[in-house]
T-cell receptor, first 110, second 112 residues
Framework: RKEVEQDPGPFNVPEGATVAFNCTYS??????FFWYRQDCRKEPKLLMS???SGNEDGRFTAQLNRASQYISLLIRDSKLSDSATYLC???????????FGRGTSLIVHP | NAGVTQTPKFRVLKTGQSMTLLCAQD?????MYWYRQDPGMGLRLIHY???????AKGEVPDGYNVSRLKKQNFLLGLESAAPSQTSVYFC???????????FGPGTRLTVT
């Protein structure tokens, strides 16, 4: 079983829609959690950290559920420019190595 | 402040040739990583380094070697390239105690 799992999608949504992605992780000792965004043929970039109490950055909301070992990303009022792959990343458990999920592809269409 | 840079951006090799990919960061980060990314496979860690002069194997180290002689540089070597090494290679760095990884723009390698 992969340590960090994501639905690869693609999620195909119209502009203005709300879309949510989940990511599950297997290491209960994990300490920090992130969402990265990767545009086609570009490098991944940090979108937002995920805090225990949940956090929001504009149209983006991230949540952590430690009991069930998953994190989520909610995007409201989707824009065409949100089309990308969203990578779930989990750190900690005594490791130097962040663990990446394989990514969820989002396509926002007019 | 250039962040993380990678050289070259593109390369085509014939089977059996060797090459070195260079990663450089100007953020004084302790940790550096080499990943490869293939369609449907996500990012897979090849090797990493937690400081100058130290390296360690990641998930897919076979066929690759690395060196970190200077803190700001992390080199990835392919001694005898194989078509299975056709991929996009990303380098990343992270500050000790920090959370965010900063990625370079990638090197697109094709082995024929």
């Amino acid at each position: 079983r992969k340590e960090v799992e994501q639905d690869p999608g693609p999620f195909n949504v119209p502009e203005g829609a709300t879309v949510a992605f989940n990511c599950t992780y297997s290491n209960s000792a994990s300490q920090s959690f992130f969402w990265y965004r990767q545009d086609c043929r570009k490098e991944p970039k940090l979108l937002m950290s995920v805090y225990s109490s949940g956090n929001e950055d504009g149209r983006f909301t991230a949540q952590l559920n430690r009991a069930s070992q998953y994190i989520s990303l909610l995007i409201r009022d989707s824009k065409l420019s949100d089309s990308a792959t969203y990578l779930c990343v989990v750190n900690g458990g005594g490791s130097y190595i962040p663990t990446f999920g394989r990514g969820t592809s989002l396509i926002v269409h007019p | 402040n250039a962040g993380v840079t990678q050289t070259p951006k593109f390369r085509v090799l014939k089977t059996g040739q060797s090459m070195t990919l260079l990663c450089a960061q100007d953020m004084n980060h302790e940790y550096m990583y080499w990943y490869r990314q293939d369609p449907g496979m996500g990012l897979r860690l090849i090797h990493y380094s937690v400081g100058e002069g130290t390296t360690a194997k990641g998930e897919v180290p076979d066929g690759y070697n690395v060196s970190r002689l200077k803190k700001q540089n992390f080199l990835l070597g392919l001694e005898s390239a194989a078509p299975s090494q056709t991929s996009v290679y990303f380098c990343a760095s992270r500050k000790q105690g920090g959370n965010e990884q900063y990625f370079g723009p990638g090197t697109r390698l094709t082995v024929t």
